[in-house]
């Protein structure tokens, strides 16, 4: 059993419902998946900025692999609500177990790192906080206001949890506001039970599909990962499934093994792959969509949002000159 010391603030046991499970050997990366340790000034500034302001990072905690591309720009991606999580899925590596309470100051410190960092474009996510009355919402919907509040002009994209069994709470965070609303369905129906047991698939779906219900004119995301056995196929069906949520945007990448007790990768994806994957996404009407082995939910997130928002204003001048 692992111990985390690395947040001085507290001392976190990691995934020790995992220890039962049999090891799964870490395959040997390809070629194209490889990436450069992190060295950069840059880096070590917006990490010592997250341990000055006590804010956690799914960059860390996750064990991105774009890490220290994104810091280099002072593009991190803040997770609130601490960083334990109620939840034990197979493919992540964020923490496991009985959060500590909510820090109430943790909206301002957020405003305050989005500031300092100077970020045009921010992603807010959260661990899943099962423990809560609201799952979190009222917390997220305080973080967006201290955002607004501080930088106006920062446009807000948020992942969420799925706020199962929460009436109420997606009311709450839609009702904040934010510029693009993301909750990733991470993988196809049939492989729900062993990766992504706490969840259930079509309680994500409908999660998405309210949104849009809610707000007509709100950008909807969502993210797959491939890799863990899934047929393309599947994956063609979540995507119309997604699409008559009528969500915007689409990621795909691809799984990685972050410790031997987690899921297996069933096999490294292709650059290729990749690439027709995406042109079936787009072929089936979203709007963007991000296909390639390291594509994350929040890889190059301020971008990507300027040319969704570029997308749609072209497809409904294109609508118009139709009607």
């Known amino acids: 059993m692992s111990i985390d010391t690395s947040d001085s603030t507290e001392t976190r046991v990691r995934h020790p419902e995992k220890q039962h499970r049999p090891d799964q050997p870490i395959q040997r990366k390809p070629d194209w998946i490889r ?11 917006t990490r010592k900025l997250m341990r000055d302001l006590k804010l956690h990072t ?41 959060p500590l309470a909510v820090d109430p100051h943790e909206p301002q410190h957020t405003a305050e ?26 917390h997220f919907a305080a973080v967006i206001g201290a955002i607004r509040a501080a930088t106006p002009t920062t446009t807000i994209e948020i992942l969420t949890p799925d706020f199962l069994r929460k009436p109420g709470a997606l009311e709450v965070v839609v009702a904040a506001r934010p510029d693009v609303f993301n909750h990733n369905l991470e993988t196809v129906p049939r492989l729900y039970p062993s990766i992504r047991p706490g969840a259930r698939y079509y309680q994500s779906l409908r999660l998405l599909d309210r949104v849009k219900q809610i707000d007509p004119l709100s950008f909807t995301k969502s993210g797959l990962m491939v890799g863990l056995g899934e047929l393309r196929e ?8 997604l699409r008559i949520a009528e969500v915007d945007f689409l990621t795909l990448g691809q799984y990685l093994q972050p410790t031997v007790k987690h899921a297996a990768i069933d096999r490294f994806v292709t650059p ?31 971008d990507d949002f300027a040319r969704l928002r570029e997308n749609r204003l072209k497809a409904n001048r294109l609508s118009l000159a139709k009607g």
């Not at 064990?63 to 002072?74: F, L, M, Q, T, V």
């Open 272 to 302: 290729a792959e990749f690439d027709s994957y995406r042109e079936l996404a787009l072929a089936k009407g979203f709007l963007l969509c991000s296909s390639s082995p390291l594509t994350r939910s929040s890889h190059h997130a301020g």
């Open 113 to 138: 790192a989005v500031a300092r960092l100077g970020l045009n474009h921010v992603v807010i996510t959260s661990v899943d906080r099962d423990d809560l009355a609201d799952g979190g919402a009222a």
């Open 58 to 98: 799914v960059c860390e905690e996750a064990s991105c692999p774009n890490i220290g591309e994104c810091w280099a720009k002072k593009h991190a991606t803040i997770m609130i609500l601490g960083a334990i999580c109620t939840r034990a899925c197979a493919f992540c590596n964020v923490a496991t177990g009985k």
């Open 234 to 241: 599947e994956i063609g069906q979540v995507m119309d499934d």
């Open 35 to 45: 990436v450069k340790a992190p060295t950069s000034a840059e880096y070590d500034n």
